[in-house]
């Protein structure tokens, strides 16, 4: 294996491009499709509950699978990785994926999404095997509300001594994602821009997506960004970064007295899918090209059929991406009904 690192770090890189002319950047790789929470945007309680069969260790993909995958793509372009799950701090031993994942190159960007539950325990290991930056979801910070978006028991106190955890580690930045949906916890959101002020730590709060079928949906529940950031600019005085997103999904607004930024994620009233440079891996090994698509092109067999030859999951890669057409957010107005991955299996 490390032989065959070795010789990764000098090959030359050629991009993939799919059909609307946007490059494999960024990929999000689910560890685990298990989760200690139960968060009914993403797997309510009613449909994941004791009965719920999980994936069982052999059709998930291995460390060495998984960095197989990741090292192929870096030769077509991939820069950035981020690790999720379900909740990825499940997975046990992920500080030795993460530095399977490190010995690919400097120049490969690692991060990780947490529910924050476990951070505290394995902040210091996950730094010190490569990790580099890390996004918690935190959704409010009364604990009243904080249940009612998490559907756990996990007190929020818990959660912020792991971002704290994770500063203290060198993880930065540190980002936090709050969901917003109204009726719920829109109330937080000055909240959470008060509590994280002038402490380095990045809020990005996201409108509440169609993703997947069983979060059941409703446009009326959904907090426009633009709405978001005036309600924070009524305390904290806010003003645009002015600079291209450049793949990115958020938009940056800062604090006019210096005080930090926050960040909005407007999939539903903004679509960004014109520079969409994302792909989604899951745990047991199928690659989705959109947060909403249906279907996914399976890896793992081409992984497994020719452990030791990279031809057949280069040219599988190439077709897929090359193939790719996605723009679902662009074509919501649509009323499309058709079926999509739930968001726990792809990791969001």
């Known amino acids: 294996m490390l032989e065959r690192v070795d010789a990764m770090k000098t090959l030359p890189v050629f991009d993939l491009v799919d059909r609307r002319g946007r490059p494999l950047r960024d990929l999000r790789v689910s560890v685990t499709d298990r ?3 139960r968060c009914p945007y993403c797997m309510p309680r009613a449909v994941y509950d004791s009965s719920r069969r999980y ?28 690790l999720t799950g379900g909740e990825p701090l499940l997975r046990a031993e992920l500080p030795k994926l993460v530095r399977m994942l490190a010995d690919l190159g400097e120049d490969l960007d ?25 996004t918690v979801s935190l959704d409010a910070l009364s604990p009243d509300v904080f249940r009612a978006m998490s559907d756990t028991d996990v007190p929020v106190d818990q959660v912020l001594s792991g971002i704290d955890a ?11 994602n709050a969901v917003v949906r109204r009726g719920v916890n829109e109330a937080e959101i000055p909240a959470l821009a008060r509590r994280f002020r002038e402490t380095g730590v990045t809020v990005r709060f996201i409108e509440y997506m169609d993703v997947g079928v069983t979060n059941g949906w409703k446009r009326s529940e959904v907090v426009p960004s633009a709405e978001v950031v005036a309600s924070i600019d009524r305390e904290f005085p806010l003003e645009p970064v002015s600079e291209g997103r450049g793949g990115a999904v958020a938009e940056r607004w800062r604090y006019r007295d210096g005080g930090g930024e926050i960040g ?27 947060l909403f698509a249906a279907r996914g092109t399976d890896l793992r067999s081409a992984l497994r059929s020719s452990p030791k030859d990279d031809a057949p999951l280069r040219a599988l890669l190439r077709e897929t991406w090359e193939g790719r057409e996605d723009r679902y957010s662009e074509l919501r107005s649509e009323e499309r009904r058709s079926p999509r991955v739930e968001m726990s299996y792809i990791g969001g």
């Open 264 to 290: 909005v994620i407007s999939s539903v009233t903004a679509p960004f899918c014109g520079d969409c440079s994302r792909a989604r891996l899951s745990a047991d090994g199928h690659l989705y090209t959109c």
């Open 35 to 37: 989760c200690n929470f």
């Open 110 to 134: 690692l991060a990780l999404t947490t529910n924050g539950s476990l951070l505290e325990r394995h902040a210091r290991a996950l730094a010190d095997a490569g990790l580099r930056r890390v």
């Open 55 to 82: 994936l069982p260790r052999a059709e998930i993909l291995s460390f060495e699978e998984i960095a197989r995958t990741v090292a192929v793509l870096r030769e077509m372009g991939l820069r950035k990785v981020r």
């Open 166 to 176: 994770a500063l203290a580690a060198g993880l930065s930045p540190v980002k936090v």
